[in-house]
């Protein structure tokens, strides 16, 4: 989400397997706060493990850890991961139904009394999420450290917007926005038990989810010509409003 896979253009050369942005929101934010040394570290299909054991990418070497590219010098960190540790992108594929009169996916989820996923964030992503953050003040114990959220996807209220470019049941976005709110409750409190910032960006983009026509942050499962980025990813316009919002919050901390 951070990366801006297929949003061009696009790095090359030995990161080129990242599938990143040139203007993904850290390239865009980092014009506007106060650094003097910019590193991007994004990489597209990212487990959280890449920050501790690197990354192997489809094209060219595997990439670095990522927590090699702070230090004690380390004056700003911006972070967003998580989505993949669910894993989200596998729920939705999960979740595709091309037949408006399907069975849908929330009983695979809700089931026995059970919420899976929701076990999942708290079993798995918080405290993942937690071992990051603390090696992260460990490593950059000058630094501020900025906890980004990840957008609204799925429309905040509605029962959506089943199309073959978007095939998910409207019997399942009810399900699919607690998700997307509970993922970012998991990161918000993992923030906060670090004492570091939690970026809002789901409150702003809302009316800006995979089913909005004309002004979308998010594409599709089928993306557009006009706005192409990754399936169920921030599109340009997206990558443009998460800068909007985290430099003003960088800015108001960092001197």
């Known amino acids: ?20 942005s040139q203007v993904d929101y850290p390239a865009l934010t980092a014009p506007r706060i106060k650094v003097s040394k910019f590193v991007d570290r994004t990489c597209s299909s990212a487990l959280m493990d890449a920050y501790w054991n690197g990354q192997a990418v489809d094209i060219g070497t595997a990439r670095p850890p990522q927590r090699a590219s702070i230090d004690a010098d380390t004056k700003v960190v911006t972070i967003q991961f998580g989505g993949n540790d669910l894993p989200f992108g596998d729920l939705l594929q999960a979740c595709i139904q091309f037949n408006p009169f399907g069975p849908g996916c929330t009983s695979t989820y809700l089931t026995g009394g059970r919420d899976l996923i929701q076990e999942r964030l708290d079993q798995v992503v918080g405290p993942r999420y937690d071992a990051v953050l603390a090696d992260i003040k460990a490593r950059a114990p000058q630094a501020k450290v900025f906890v980004v959220g990840y957008l609204t996807y799925v429309p905040e209220t509605g029962s959506g917007c ?94």
């Open 162 to 255: 089943w199309s073959p470019w978007v095939p998910i049941l409207n019997a399942d976005i009810p399900y699919l926005r607690k998700v997307n709110k509970g993922m970012n409750a998991t990161i918000k409190r993992s923030a906060e038990r670090a004492g570091f910032t939690y970026v809002d960006v789901a409150t702003p983009s809302i009316g800006h989810d995979f089913c909005t026509e004309g002004n979308r942050w998010v594409e599709p499962l089928i993306p557009s010509v006009e706005s192409f980025a990754a399936p169920v990813h921030p599109n340009a316009a997206g990558m443009r409003a998460i800068a909007d919002v985290l430099a003003p919050v960088i800015n108001h901390q960092v001197a």
């Open 1 to 20: 989400a951070a990366a801006g896979p297929l949003i061009l253009p696009q790095v090359t050369g030995d990161d080129a397997g990242c599938l990143r």
